[in-house]
């Protein structure tokens, strides 16, 4: 950011990129200048053929936030929408940044993916799947087989999104289920 940079992309340390993967997001980010956040689709490292994360699904209300596998997009299909995009990848305008902030803390391991997003969603921006932008992630490589900690964050920051963000999206009328 202090050397101007238009785009940041965030992408954990335990994956590996396409050689395209950037450009892709960058050309994407270029025709949707409404884009807030931009993810490739990310596949399994083990598993190259299998997808890990394709799109996503939300519900407030309940406090459910999920990666929408049901049908991952080939390579050539359009960008599209999508309710949050996967911290694993992801693409953010420099301004923006400036504007929302970057991760919240406070969602030390889990939910700061979604928590993003929401902001992102609430400064009136998109946020973007871009098929032709693809990662392998070696999933859950973090928690070294603690299970229970995993679990712990997962309950813990699934209480706090829903308490910074649940009845404030409902208050000013927008959908709580996307």
């Known amino acids: 950011l202090e050397d101007g940079a238009d785009y940041v992309f965030l992408l954990n340390n335990d994956t590996t990129t ?13 025709q949707h200048p409404e884009a807030g956040l931009l993810t490739p689709v990310i596949h399994h490292h083990d598993r190259p053929a299998e997808t890990w994360f394709a799109g996503s699904r939300i519900d407030l209300s ?29 693409l953010i ?13 406070r969602f030390f391991l ?16 998109s946020v973007l799947l871009v098929p032709s ?11 070294n087989g603690n299970a ?15 308490t ?5 999206f409902a208050a000013q009328g927008r959908p709580t289920v996307f």
């Open 110 to 125: 889990n939910w700061e993916d979604v928590d993003l997003s929401l902001r992102v969603r609430a400064a009136g921006r």
């Open 133 to 143: 932008a693809r990662i392998y992630h070696k999933v859950s490589r973090s928690l």
């Open 62 to 90: 309940r406090g459910v936030a999920v990666h929408d596998n049901s049908s991952p997009p080939p390579r050539d299909a359009d960008v599209r929408e999508i309710p949050w995009a996967s911290g694993c990848a992801m």
């Open 164 to 168: 910074l963000h649940a009845r404030r």
């Open 148 to 162: 229970a900690l995993g679990r712990y964050y997962h309950v813990r920051n699934q209480l706090l999104l829903m």
């Open 93 to 105: 305008p420099a301004k923006l940044i400036e504007q929302v902030g970057g991760f919240d803390e």
């Open 18 to 30: 396409e050689p395209d993967t950037i450009s892709a997001l960058v050309h994407a980010a270029v």
